[in-house]
Nanobody, 115 residues
Framework: QVQLVESGGGLVQAGGSLRLSCSDS????????MGWYRQAPGKQRELVAG???????NYEDSVKGRFTISRDNAQNTVYLQMNSLKPEDTAVYYC?????????WGQGTQVTVSS
């Protein structure tokens, strides 16, 4: 059973940085596309950044130039480096991965940016 495990969330001041990571409990399954979504209170879940198995990336407009998504295919881990964080980045961040036509989600990790 696929179980995505996220880590790296927390509380940071505006302008600070955090790095999120996500993997399948160390089993290193060969996921297809992977990505990070976020959901703020009272808002819909939105795509923050995605990365394909061959490294192509896409970003939500508000995070371009501040966030970087990457993946380690050997360990099948996806990362989200978040710099210059803003209070509006506060949300629960979810890892997402595709495998054999199915989509899997992590449990979410809270990111809180104080002003």
């Amino acid at each position: 059973q696929v179980q995505l495990v996220e880590s790296g969330g927390g509380l940071v001041q505006a302008g600070g940085s955090l790095r999120l990571s996500c993997s399948d409990s160390g089993r290193y399954l060969s996921f297809n596309a992977m990505g990070w979504y976020r959901q703020a209170p009272g808002k819909q879940r939105e795509l923050v950044a995605g990365i394909t198995s061959d490294g192509r990336t896409n970003y939500e407009d508000s995070v371009k130039g501040r966030f970087t998504i990457s993946r380690d295919n050997a360990q099948n881990t996806v990362y989200l480096q978040m710099n210059s964080l803003k209070p509006e980045d506060t949300a629960v961040y979810y890892c997402n991965a595709g495998l054999f036509g199915l989509t899997y989600w992590g449990q979410g990790t809270q990111v809180t940016v104080s002003s």
